[in-house]
C-alpha cells in the first residue's frame, strides 16, 4: 500500500512537470484529485504497519520508497537521466535509514 501511495503522490507532485504549458491552477486540482487517492492508501497503509512498526520506522520505509520510485519516476515519465551522484546520495540515505530499523 505504501508503494502504491508513492506512485500516485509522485505523479501528484511531479507529473505535471510533463505539461509545463498547463495553466497552474489545472495542475493544482489534479495534483489534488490525485493526492485523494494517494490518502486512501498511505493512511491506511500507515495505521496497519504501525502495529508492527515505530511512526520512526514507517516514515523511513516511506522515505526508501520516494527514492526508488522518483528515479524510476525520474526516469520514463520525467525522461531524465540519474547521476551517479545522485544514486550515492540515495545510497547514503538508504544507509541512514538502516540505522533507524537497526537502533
Do not use: D
Not at 501528484?12 to 494517494?38: D, R, T
Not at 486512501?40 to 527514492?67: C, D, F
Amino acid at each position: 500500500m505504501l508503494v502504491a501511495s508513492n506512485v500516485f503522490m509522485t505523479f501528484a507532485w511531479y507529473g505535471h512537470l510533463k505539461f509545463p504549458a498547463q495553466a497552474l491552477w489545472v495542475v493544482v486540482l489534479v495534483s489534488w484529485g490525485i493526492a485523494f487517492f494517494e490518502y486512501w492508501l498511505a493512511v491506511p497503509a500507515n495505521r496497519i504497519g504501525h502495529t508492527v512498526y515505530s511512526a520512526a520506522q514507517l516514515k523511513t520505509m516511506q522515505e526508501v520508497i520516494t527514492l526508488v520510485v522518483f528515479t524510476g519516476f525520474s526516469v520514463f515519465w520525467l525522461k531524465e537521466g540519474v547521476s551517479w551522484m545522485t544514486l550515492g546520495g540515495f545510497a547514503l540515505m538508504a544507509c541512514g535509514a538502516a540505522m533507524v530499523f537497526k537502533g
